[in-house]
């Protein structure tokens, strides 16, 4: 069975330092990953795909199949990076699986 | 343009009562999600329709479960004899064809249901 670990569920970090929320999976095929955010009342949305390896509001994540992980970075977090924060695995036709997730909370 | 829209935003009922979650998706969409996020959780995928069939309902909990989307857009996510334990935040989500790395899926805000 696939499984995403989101080993967090808390991250704070002060504003300009490095952020990087974990994320490992299991999965016997070739995995599409995704991580997804959600800021303070607003609804769930998609932040980056693994297969499209941009970098998107300055956070990048690389999938490691040899540790099987998708780990999120970002060098110098902001106050408005302060949400949840899912990683997730999908099947080949959309069926997403997420991880727990990780609350970000960004001081200043 | 229009989002995915869900009615009711909150939904208050008691236990052994039946209850319907409608979801709205972009037009045009024809794949149309529902997910369950329970407190403290990452959403948990229920159910997934291409057009009007359900061509994955594996996530159900059990038979108490069921949705519909007789036209192809508009669902309705039924839940009868409701139970304490269903109590959650009910998601669906929108994607132009089958969801994947060139699908992105739009979600609704959400429905959130308390079971008294």
């Known amino acids: 069975a696939q499984r995403v670990t989101q080993p967090e569920k808390l991250l704070s970090v002060f504003k300009g330092a490095p952020v990087e929320l974990k994320c490992n999976y299991s999965?016997?095929?070739?995995?599409?990953l995704f991580w997804y955010v959600q800021y303070s009342r607003q609804r769930l949305q998609l932040l980056l795909r693994?297969?499209s390896r941009e970098s998107i509001k300055g956070f990048t994540a690389d999938l490691n199949k040899g540790e099987t992980s998708f780990h999120l970075k970002k060098p110098f977090a902001q106050e408005e990076d302060s949400a949840m924060y899912y990683c997730a695995l999908s099947e080949s036709w959309g069926k997403l699986q997420f991880g727990a997730g990780t609350q970000v909370v960004v001081t200043p | 343009g229009a989002g995915v829209s869900q009615t009711p935003s909150n939904k208050v009922t008691e236990k052994g009562k039946y209850v319907e979650l409608r979801c709205d998706p972009i037009?045009?969409?024809?794949?149309l999600y529902w997910y369950r996020q329970s407190l403290g959780q990452g959403p948990e995928f229920l159910i997934y329709?291409?057009?009007?069939?359900?061509?994955?309902d594996s996530g159900l909990p059990n038979d108490r479960f069921f949705a519909v989307r007789p036209e192809g857009s508009v669902s309705t996510l039924k839940i009868q004899r409701t139970e304490r334990g269903d109590s959650a935040v009910y998601l669906c989500a929108s994607s132009l064809g089958p969801s994947g790395s060139y699908n992105e899926q739009f979600f609704g805000p959400g429905t959130r249901l308390t079971v008294l």
């Open positions: 329709f291409q057009g009007t069939g359900a061509a994955d």
């Open positions: 037009s045009g969409h024809t794949a």
């Open positions: 693994h297969i």
């Open positions: 999965y016997s095929g070739s995995p599409e």
